[in-house]
Nanobody, 126 residues
Framework: QVQLVESGGGLVQPGGSLRISCAASGRTFSNSAMGWFRQAPGKDREFIAAIRWNGGTRSYADSVKGRFTISLDKAKNTVYLQMSSLKAEDTAVYYC???????????????????WGQGTQVTVSS
Protein backbone atom coordinates (compact mmCIF):
# COMPACT_ATOMS: atom_id res chain seq x y z
CA GLN A 1 0.00 0.00 0.00
CA VAL A 2 1.43 3.31 -1.09
CA GLN A 3 2.05 5.85 1.63
CA LEU A 4 3.08 9.44 1.09
CA VAL A 5 4.09 11.51 4.09
CA GLU A 6 4.78 15.21 3.71
CA SER A 7 6.85 17.25 6.12
CA GLY A 8 8.60 20.58 6.40
CA GLY A 9 5.73 23.02 6.16
CA GLY A 10 5.53 26.08 8.36
CA LEU A 11 5.46 29.83 8.58
CA VAL A 12 7.88 31.84 6.44
CA GLN A 13 8.20 35.54 5.68
CA PRO A 14 7.57 36.94 2.20
CA GLY A 15 10.70 36.59 0.11
CA GLY A 16 11.89 33.67 2.21
CA SER A 17 12.59 30.06 1.35
CA LEU A 18 11.29 26.72 2.52
CA ARG A 19 11.82 23.10 1.54
CA ILE A 20 9.07 20.54 1.96
CA SER A 21 9.54 16.79 1.64
CA CYS A 22 7.49 13.78 0.72
CA ALA A 23 8.59 10.32 1.83
CA ALA A 24 7.14 7.57 -0.35
CA SER A 25 6.78 3.92 0.61
CA GLY A 26 4.81 0.79 -0.13
CA ARG A 27 5.91 -0.22 -3.60
CA THR A 28 8.43 0.34 -6.34
CA PHE A 29 8.18 3.81 -7.81
CA SER A 30 10.28 3.31 -10.90
CA ASN A 31 7.30 3.80 -13.25
CA SER A 32 5.86 6.71 -11.34
CA ALA A 33 5.55 10.42 -11.52
CA MET A 34 5.58 12.40 -8.31
CA GLY A 35 3.68 15.65 -8.11
CA TRP A 36 3.13 18.56 -5.79
CA PHE A 37 -0.25 20.26 -5.67
CA ARG A 38 -1.61 22.95 -3.39
CA GLN A 39 -4.97 24.15 -2.20
CA ALA A 40 -5.66 27.54 -0.67
CA PRO A 41 -8.84 28.24 1.31
CA GLY A 42 -11.81 28.66 -1.00
CA LYS A 43 -9.82 27.67 -4.08
CA ASP A 44 -9.47 24.55 -6.17
CA ARG A 45 -6.46 22.29 -5.85
CA GLU A 46 -3.82 23.38 -8.35
CA PHE A 47 -0.80 21.75 -9.88
CA ILE A 48 2.61 23.04 -8.80
CA ALA A 49 5.33 20.70 -10.01
CA ALA A 50 5.99 17.12 -11.05
CA ILE A 51 8.94 14.86 -11.74
CA ARG A 52 9.19 11.48 -13.38
CA TRP A 53 10.99 8.89 -11.28
CA ASN A 54 12.88 7.52 -14.28
CA GLY A 55 14.51 10.11 -16.46
CA GLY A 56 13.80 13.02 -14.17
CA THR A 57 11.57 14.97 -16.56
CA ARG A 58 10.14 17.95 -14.70
CA SER A 59 7.06 20.07 -15.18
CA TYR A 60 6.15 23.32 -13.42
CA ALA A 61 3.16 25.59 -13.19
CA ASP A 62 3.82 29.02 -14.69
CA SER A 63 3.10 30.63 -11.33
CA VAL A 64 6.13 28.98 -9.71
CA LYS A 65 8.63 28.67 -12.57
CA GLY A 66 11.98 30.11 -11.57
CA ARG A 67 11.02 30.11 -7.86
CA PHE A 68 10.29 26.46 -7.04
CA THR A 69 12.40 23.39 -7.78
CA ILE A 70 11.27 19.78 -7.54
CA SER A 71 13.88 17.11 -6.95
CA LEU A 72 14.11 13.44 -6.15
CA ASP A 73 16.35 11.36 -3.89
CA LYS A 74 15.83 7.81 -5.10
CA ALA A 75 17.94 6.30 -2.33
CA LYS A 76 15.57 7.80 0.23
CA ASN A 77 12.38 7.47 -1.85
CA THR A 78 11.83 11.13 -1.12
CA VAL A 79 10.65 14.01 -3.25
CA TYR A 80 11.45 17.59 -2.34
CA LEU A 81 9.99 20.94 -3.26
CA GLN A 82 12.41 23.79 -2.71
CA MET A 83 10.49 27.06 -2.62
CA SER A 84 12.12 30.47 -2.79
CA SER A 85 11.00 34.07 -3.22
CA LEU A 86 7.81 33.07 -1.46
CA LYS A 87 4.75 35.28 -1.72
CA ALA A 88 1.62 35.57 0.37
CA GLU A 89 -0.31 33.94 -2.46
CA ASP A 90 1.80 30.79 -2.05
CA THR A 91 0.01 30.18 1.24
CA ALA A 92 -1.81 26.86 0.98
CA VAL A 93 -1.85 23.25 2.02
CA TYR A 94 0.70 21.44 -0.14
CA TYR A 95 0.00 17.87 -1.16
CA CYS A 96 2.33 15.22 -2.52
CA UNK A 97 0.90 12.79 -5.06
CA UNK A 98 2.06 9.69 -6.93
CA UNK A 99 0.78 8.27 -10.18
CA UNK A 100 1.90 5.40 -12.35
CA UNK A 101 2.17 5.32 -16.12
CA UNK A 102 1.38 9.03 -16.52
CA UNK A 103 2.28 10.34 -19.95
CA UNK A 104 4.25 13.55 -20.23
CA UNK A 105 1.33 15.67 -21.41
CA UNK A 106 -0.73 14.63 -18.36
CA UNK A 107 1.77 15.36 -15.61
CA UNK A 108 -0.19 18.45 -14.55
CA UNK A 109 -3.52 16.64 -14.27
CA UNK A 110 -4.48 15.79 -10.70
CA UNK A 111 -6.87 13.07 -11.91
CA UNK A 112 -3.89 11.01 -13.12
CA UNK A 113 -2.46 10.67 -9.61
CA UNK A 114 -3.79 7.74 -7.58
CA UNK A 115 -2.12 8.31 -4.25
CA TRP A 116 -2.06 11.40 -2.07
CA GLY A 117 -0.43 12.48 1.14
CA GLN A 118 -2.20 14.21 3.99
CA GLY A 119 -0.80 17.63 3.15
CA THR A 120 1.45 20.11 4.88
CA GLN A 121 0.55 23.74 5.59
CA VAL A 122 2.75 26.49 4.18
CA THR A 123 1.98 30.00 5.37
CA VAL A 124 3.75 33.03 3.94
CA SER A 125 3.22 36.02 6.16
CA SER A 126 5.12 38.77 7.92
Amino acid sequence: QVQLVESGGGLVQPGGSLRISCAASGRTFSNSAMGWFRQAPGKDREFIAAIRWNGGTRSYADSVKGRFTISLDKAKNTVYLQMSSLKAEDTAVYYCAAGFGIILSSLQSSSKYNHWGQGTQVTVSS
